[in-house]
């Protein structure tokens, strides 16, 4: 059965930094491509960051672009998003993501809160 577990989220102050991570199992990582989403209140799930099954990542959203990274370990069936200089305004639920063409064939993970404040 496919999982994806999130964990690393948190409270962090504005300016701070946090690493995602997003734990895989139940079908062969290497030959996915994984992403990111994020869901603030009130707003509409938004795409944050895609990474290829080759490791090239994509930033999603513009609000993200050059503080945010996506990478991968294939090794550990991981993929995880480096956030830095965090805003308020990135105060979300943070889902991973395995997409597909097919509605039936994406899996998400449960979220973690991510909390800047100061």
């Known amino acids: 059965q496919v999982q994806l577990v999130e964990s690393g989220g948190g409270l962090v102050q504005p300016g701070g930094s946090l690493r995602l991570s997003c734990a895989a199992s139940?079908?062969?990582?290497?030959?996915?491509?994984m992403a990111w989403y994020r869901q603030a209140p009130g707003k509409e799930r938004e795409l944050v960051a895609l990474i290829s099954k080759t490791g090239r990542g994509t930033t999603g959203t513009d609000s993200v672009k050059g503080r945010f990274t996506i990478a991968r370990d294939d090794a550990k069936e991981t993929v995880y998003l480096q956030m830095n200089n965090l805003k308020p305004e990135d105060t979300a639920v943070y889902y991973c993501?395995?997409?597909?063409?097919?509605?039936?064939?994406?899996?998400w993970g449960q979220g973690t809160q991510v909390t800047v404040s100061s």
């Open positions: 139940g079908f062969t990582f290497s030959s996915y491509a």
């Open positions: 993501n395995r997409p597909s063409t097919r509605p039936e064939d994406e899996y």
